[in-house]
């Protein structure tokens, strides 16, 4: 059986298989690409098990993934206004 998992010290919290770093939002991003399953699980070295055991995560949380999701383009927004902002001088 495949476990999903979620620990802070890995990924930042978000979920992924158990004993990996794959991420559940990475997997789907890969799946929805135009990927097959198969393919997914040959990229990332995962079984296709796995794969699918990470996309149902996906679809049975919609919410927390929508939530993971924009957290994430606000992380990268905030970089983004970050790099480009001039230094602040004293």
Excluded: F, W
């Excluded at 924009?70 to 001039?86: A, F, G, I, K, Y």
């Amino acid at each position: 059986m495949v476990e999903i998992v979620s620990t802070e010290d890995v990924l930042g919290g978000e979920p992924r298989i158990a004993e990996s770093r794959v991420g559940i939002l990475n997997v789907y991003d890969l799946a929805s690409g135009g990927h097959s399953p198969t393919d997914v699980a040959d990229q990332l070295d995962r079984t296709v098990a796995e794969i699918h055991a990470a996309l149902a995560y996906y679809y049975e949380h919609p919410e927390r993934m929508r939530a993971l999701r924009r957290d994430r383009e606000d992380m990268v927004q905030t970089l983004s206004e970050q790099s480009l902002s001039p230094p602040h001088t004293v």
